[in-house]
């Protein structure tokens, strides 16, 4: 049984009268510690489908499994454990409490999702040392580079033990100096046994970690296979035409 299954699941915006879509009609499973990278242009709908599998937004179609179970009855307070339990969220832009030093940032997550007061501090400082980020515990966080922020971001995200990251273009407001270093520690988080999924633009990234590369465009799945297949030889027309605006 996979973790995560969509099916047929579509996802509409209503405003003043007109309807959007998001995606539509998507189909889906992640399994256990699967790596997967989510590419394709601006507006085809990426944001929406990691919005939709953290429970961060609603869905007005179809059905989503969470170990088999079905979360659409799921009451607030069943989707909020859900959220706990299974899901973190990477955003593009870091979303960390500026005033907050890097050891707070990480130990309030902790705070509020319950974890025991003598159990916060080990926890913390595991979490910072496996990133390097331990010695500057006390620094706040708007004085970190973007890289430091971010990776910050990530060790916070994975702190509760999450078995879905969702990583929405998280080099895409770095400095390109400091893409490398967050790229990096996603990387080392691939032998986790997390279920990773990760919308970039860093194809060398996706091509070297990924166990699969998927393709959307104006709101559909358009690929779905392992990089050697993305990225080699593909016959798909929309491959071909994305590929060939990579420099
Ligand atoms: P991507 O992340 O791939 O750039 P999005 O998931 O953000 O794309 O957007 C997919 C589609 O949904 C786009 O047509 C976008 O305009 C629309 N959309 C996204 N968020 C909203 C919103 N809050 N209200 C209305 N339309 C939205
Ligand atoms: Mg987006």
Request: charged letters at 25%; glycine letters at 6%.
């Amino acid at each position: 049984m996979s973790l995560l299954s969509l099916r047929n699941v579509s996802k509409f915006y209503y405003s003043k009268g007109i309807v959007t879509s998001g995606f539509s009609r998507l189909s889906l499973d992640l399994d256990r510690g699967e790596f997967v990278v989510i590419t394709g242009e601006s507006g085809s709908g990426k944001s929406t489908l990691l919005n939709v599998i953290s429970g961060l937004d609603t869905y007005e179609e179809g059905e989503l499994y969470i170990n088999g179970e079905e979360t659409n009855a799921f009451t607030p307070k069943e989707l909020e454990e859900y959220r706990k339990t299974y899901i973190a969220n990477v955003f593009q832009s870091f979303n960390l409490i500026a005033s907050y030093t890097v050891y707070q940032n990480v130990a309030l997550i902790l705070q509020i999702n319950g974890v025991k007061y003598r159990d916060i501090r080990p926890k913390v400082e595991q979490a910072l040392r496996k990133v390097g980020l331990w010695e500057i515990r006390h620094q706040k966080a708007s004085r970190l580079s973007g890289g430091q922020k971010q990776r910050l971001a990530i060790v916070r995200a994975m702190a509760m033990e999450p078995d879905v990251m969702l990583f929405d273009e998280p080099t895409s407001a770095l400095d390109p100096m400091m893409v490398g270093e967050v790229l990096n520690l996603i990387k080392d988080l691939a032998d986790s046994g997390m279920t990773m999924v990760v919308v970039t633009h860093e194809m060398g990234f996706a091509r070297e970690v990924a166990d699969r590369v998927m393709l959307f465009h104006n709101g559909l799945v358009e690929e779905d296979c392992p990089p050697d297949q993305f990225f080699e030889d593909n016959q798909n027309p929309q491959v071909k035409e994305f590929l060939s605006h990579l420099i």
